[in-house]
């Protein structure tokens, strides 16, 4: 037997995305053909800041709680240990006024990990709509499970037929644009006209500066019986190495909160003790002042660069409630091309648009995930070009 005909086709049909390999590939050249000039990157959407002390030493002391006898601990629950559940309902939940039991929060490793498997509860013949341009965990791992995807050019109105399963993400990756109050509501609105299940991804909540802007949806009436929510520790406390996060399915969606338990049992084991300490910890006071000025410091990265670039000219959307600034290219050069341009010109690295759409073409994303210097600099550089 040939192992070809044992394959998920759905595989086959996925677009290769070259997007982080030719951006790679390109950087690779240049420097090859520049060894002295300093390449700044503002590509990738990572963070940079080390993790805070409150943190750190909360996972030091889980780390020597499992070398005693005493306080060892094997396999923890697989919705996540009590002492987390419980400080994230205080934390992200009662504190917005928000009403939340335990057993409607899953912790996990990481929301990129759920926004892709809660697939595994959903009809392989659903539809799935998702703005573009967007996050591509999203559309990759629904053509993986053979879903029909279709493309949302604009979140800011709702779309005018049923679609089964929605994906929206605020603050928004690659745009740094916002939902307000307003128009989530209508969002929710639609979902419970239609009976679809919006997809909410709040992975850069903590970023969200504007009071008016809701920090999850459930903050909106009526989202309980309509919507899941992902978190992560990842941009909002430094995990990304660290790997943990959660998924908020409330008792109002029905089965789903069941099917997912009977999930994760089957196919996860929880997060690590550790990374569950370090995760509690960012809810301590000294966790929450220390983690608040890492976001601070990418915020004022943010702010530098759109006053820069907008005093060059450049239009520029996002960075206000987002680490991110969605940059129009000048008239006459697409996304590779603006790309080109700046690494050639002033040696820095950004991330086309197109990579994450088709409507993301006209645009480059510039992450404030930088160091304060590099952004600085950065911004000169663009200076000089213009
Ligand atoms: C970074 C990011 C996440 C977080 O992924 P983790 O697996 O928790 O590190 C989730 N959604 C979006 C849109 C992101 O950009």
């Not at 005493?70 to 002492?83: A, H, L, M, N």
């Not at 799935?128 to 109105?157: H, K, L, W």
């Not at 660069?305 to 450049?314: R, V």
């Amino acid at each position: 037997m040939k192992a070809v005909s044992v394959i998920n086709k759905n595989f086959l049909q996925l677009s290769n995305n070259y997007l982080f390999a030719e951006i790679a590939k390109r950087v690779k050249e240049y420097k090859e053909n520049h060894a002295d000039e300093k390449v700044i990157s503002l590509g990738i959407g990572d963070v940079t800041r080390p993790l805070p002390p409150a943190i750190t030493d909360a996972m030091h002391k889980a780390v020597d709680e499992l070398g005693v006898q005493s306080t060892f601990r094997g396999y923890g629950p697989e919705r996540g240990y009590d002492f987390l559940r419980e400080a994230i309902i205080e934390g992200d939940f009662k504190s917005r006024g928000v009403e939340m039991d335990a057993s409607e929060v899953f912790v996990n490793d990481g929301a990129k990990s759920d926004t892709g498997n809660i697939g595994d509860i959903l009809s392989a013949d659903c539809t799935i709509g998702i703005t573009d341009p967007a996050y591509p965990v999203y559309i990759d791992s629904n053509r993986m499970a053979g879903r029909q995807v279709e493309f949302i050019s604009d979140a800011c109105s709702v779309p005018d037929h049923k679609i089964d399963v929605v994906y929206l993400c605020y603050p928004n990756n690659p745009t740094g644009e916002v939902l307000t109050r307003e128009m989530l509501t209508r969002w929710v609105e639609w979902a419970q006209q239609q009976g679809a299940l919006l997809l909410y991804d709040a992975a850069y909540e903590a970023f969200i500066r504007d009071e008016a802007v809701p920090h999850s949806i459930y903050e909106i009436p009526g989202a309980r019986s309509c919507a899941i929510e992902f978190h992560s520790f990842s941009k909002t406390a430094g995990f990304t190495g660290v790997r943990c996060g959660y998924t908020v399915i409330p008792k109002d969606l029905g089965e789903l909160n069941h099917l997912w338990e009977r999930r994760q049992c089957t196919k996860f084991n929880g997060a690590s003790y550790i990374a569950q300490r370090g995760a509690e910890a960012v809810y301590s006071a000294e966790g929450r002042k220390q983690t608040r000025a890492i976001i601070d410091y990418y915020m004022e990265n943010a702010r530098l660069m759109t006053e820069s670039l907008t005093a060059c000219g450049y239009e520029v959307r996002g960075g206000k409630n987002a680490p991110y600034l969605w940059v129009k290219t000048p008239a006459g050069c697409d996304s590779w091309a603006f790309f080109d341009k700046l690494l050639n010109e002033c040696s820095l690295v950004c991330t086309p648009g197109v990579g994450f759409g088709k409507q993301g073409e006209g645009y480059v994303r510039f992450t404030a995930f930088g160091e304060r210097e590099d952004c600085i600099e950065a911004m000169k550089r663009i200076q000089a070009l213009a």
